[in-house]
């Protein structure tokens, strides 16, 4: 099982979120820990960036993983239309 690690802009985020929503990105993330190659999830690999993308719902989370050391960064978390913007 991965460790999640949650970068500070990140968890803000995350904490002003609906607590509906919040729940959803939650469980979603430690089925991430718990298998990050999971057929259930919708992942994908980032395209000019390191990392990757996890959908869930109208939101993303570009989180990357270190498997030498089983750690799952969560960098951000936004909206569909957000997300990408630098």
């Known amino acids: 099982m991965y460790k999640l690690k949650y970068r ?3 968890r803000n985020y995350l904490a ?3 607590l509906k929503i919040k729940l959803v ?3 979603n ?3 991430l820990a718990a ?3 999971s057929p259930s999830l919708d992942i994908d ?3 000019g960036r390191k990392g ?3 959908r869930v719902g109208q939101y993303r989370v570009i989180y990357t993983r270190q498997d030498d050391q089983l750690i799952i960064e969560v ?3 936004r909206p569909r239309g957000d997300i990408y913007k630098r």
């Open 8 to 10: 500070r802009q990140a």
């Open 16 to 18: 002003r979120l609906p």
């Open 25 to 27: 990105i939650v469980n």
């Open 29 to 31: 993330l430690h089925e």
């Open 35 to 37: 298998n990050p190659d």
């Open 45 to 47: 690999v980032l395209k």
């Open 52 to 54: 990757f993308r996890l």
């Open 75 to 77: 960098v951000k978390i």
